[in-house]
């Protein structure tokens, strides 16, 4: 799949500047939208959308098919009559430029609780129609999801596998008996997930009537704390207790001596491959109706994967397992008509890697930051690169621009400087203008950078449990002048939409 020659920005929605605390999909939202346009970007690039779990982290989250309910706009809510402004209060006082979710998520629940309400009270028929459709299309994961998060209050946030024994094993009578006593628990859960998607099913007609597209992501992985582990246990390398015998994770590298312990149960993808790979078909459709290209986080676990034995302290005890390759792309492309994906290609890249990305056409991805860090046949400086990438400054697990030359070696920042023939004391927008220059078809810039700003304004920092996906915009912050500043170098480089 080639893409045309367009760019974009990556931003969360958690990230936009909000009175509530976080980012979500009302009007701010729309107004990023409005800019994006205005600079003739083509893509907003997101992070996962899912419910978030441990860490707060989009990557691992209580569902693979749900939204985040924390991202619904309480304006959008009150425009429809499911909200009144009296219940947004009192209004915390959220701190400055960070979103805090401990503080955030107890009040958001308290307003998203009396919205659910009157839902069912029947405010709107045309809401109450509308509700009974999603109900509908959203069938085949919705009603496990609202289950699982109803049964997880219950037994105290506790881990599934920590539940009752007769729901770990997912007993048909046990079921029944739970759905029936938490009928309204479930039903506000569902709910909380038409909010969502009703809200940003709007905010993308309203990009696209704009000519803006949405880049979503999907992780490889799910976590295990999720409903999609807890329905799907037969998919999954877990013991008779339900727990995981394996897990996932990256091996010992340069940056790490003990390599990451992601912790995620891993697929038993030849039993994925006796019905067709259903399940990941599903999914990937869902996103599909969310966005409009997905970039697949960690690509290269489609050819092998690092697993880990659990309970393992770290990752050194690994073994490197062949994953399903052309085969699960093959059934993808095929059940999809399609394949709108980006590989996301870093990390130990192999000669298979690279022919399974190409074999099926997928866009790879370059980073900038890592171009400086050897010599001229480096594959991340762009008079290496081919058109069919997506070029980055950095992304969500890098550093900002700024942060990252300030700590980089002084060789890297010496070749940085030779190769840009730039002094650096500009470095984010030396980097935007290179990957601008590039032939990469696509380019993406993360707001961070487009502010020229420091490591404080770091999204993630692999491997930290805590204290990550916090960052947010300041009211006001993307000036006019960064918008002009972008749209310029968009008009020069040939990436403007329509052009």
Same mark, same amino acid.
């Given at each position: ?122 405010? @709107? &028929? ?5 509700? *009974?459709? %999603?109900?509908?299309? #959203? $069938? =085949? ?84 704390? @999720? &409903? ?5 246990? *037969?998919? %999954?390398?877990?013991? #008779? $207790? =339900? ?5 996932a994770g990256v091996p010992p590298d340069y940056f790490s001596a003990t390599g990451q312990l992601w912790g995620n149960p891993l697929y038993r993808w030849q039993r994925m491959a006796e019905d067709g790979y259903r399940w990941w078909i599903e999914r990937v459709r869902w996103t599909l109706d969310l966005v ?50 980006? $590989? ?156």
């Amino acid at each position: 799949m080639r893409l045309p020659r367009a760019s974009g920005v990556l931003l969360h929605p958690t990230s936009l500047p909000s009175k509530f605390g976080i980012g979500d999909l009302g009007p701010t939202a729309r107004q990023w939208i409005d800019q994006l346009a205005t600079a003739g970007q083509q893509w907003w690039q997101v992070l996962p959308l899912g419910p978030t779990g441990f860490g707060d982290s989009p990557y691992q989250c209580f569902s693979a098919f749900a939204g985040n309910p924390w991202l619904i706009s309480p304006e959008d809510l009150i425009a429809e009559g499911l909200l009144e402004l009296a219940d947004l209060e009192p209004l915390p006082t959220f701190p400055s430029g960070r979103v805090d979710f401990g503080q955030l998520i107890p009040w958001k629940r308290s307003w998203l609780q009396r919205s659910a309400e009157r839902l069912r009270k029947g405010v @709107s &028929a045309t809401l109450t129609a509308r509700y *009974e459709e %999603f109900r509908q299309r #959203a $069938a =085949g994961w919705l009603e496990d999801y609202a289950l699982f998060s109803a049964l997880k209050d219950t037994f105290g946030g506790k881990v599934w596998s920590d539940w009752d024994a007769d729901l770990v094993r997912r007993d048909p009578q046990a079921l029944r008996k739970w759905r029936e006593r938490l009928a309204l628990e479930v039903d506000t859960y569902a709910a909380w997930q038409f909010f969502f998607f009703h809200q940003w099913s709007a905010l993308r007609e309203y990009a696209h009537a704009r000519q803006v597209k949405i880049f979503g992501d999907v992780p490889i992985f799910v976590a295990y704390d @999720s &409903a999609d582990v807890w329905v799907h246990p *037969e998919m %999954f390398f877990l013991d #008779a $207790a =339900g727990k995981p015998t394996v897990v996932a994770g990256v091996p010992p590298d340069y940056f790490s001596a003990t390599g990451q312990l992601w912790g995620n149960p891993l697929y038993r993808w030849q039993r994925m491959a006796e019905d067709g790979y259903r399940w990941w078909i599903e999914r990937v459709r869902w996103t599909l109706d969310l966005v409009d290209l997905v970039r697949i986080d960690h690509f290269i676990g489609f050819v092998r994967y690092w697993e880990i034995p659990a309970g393992a302290p770290t990752a050194v005890t690994g073994r490197y397992v062949p994953g399903p390759g052309a085969d699960f792309l093959a059934a993808l492309e095929k059940a999809l008509g399609g394949l709108p994906l980006v $590989a996301e290609d870093l990390g130990a890249v192999t000669p298979e890697v690279d022919a399974l990305r190409d074999q099926f056409q997928l866009p790879g991805m370059k980073v900038l930051q890592f171009a400086f860090s050897s010599d001229a046949t480096n594959r991340f400086l762009p008079h290496n690169y081919t058109r069919n990438f997506v070029a980055y400054t950095g992304t969500h697990d890098n550093d900002t621009t700024a942060g990252w030359f300030r700590t980089a070696s002084a060789a890297e920042r010496r070749y940085a400087r030779e190769y840009l023939g730039r002094r650096g004391t500009d470095i984010a927008w030396d980097l935007i203008r290179l990957g601008m220059a590039s032939v990469a078809d696509t380019f993406i810039v993360p707001a961070q950078d487009l502010l020229s700003l420091g490591s404080e304004a770091r999204m993630n920092y692999p491997g930290k449990p805590h204290g990550n996906w916090r960052w947010q915009l300041l009211p006001g912050q993307m000036t006019q002048a960064v918008w002009d500043r972008l749209a310029n170098l968009t008009e020069v480089y040939g990436r403007r939409v329509g052009k």
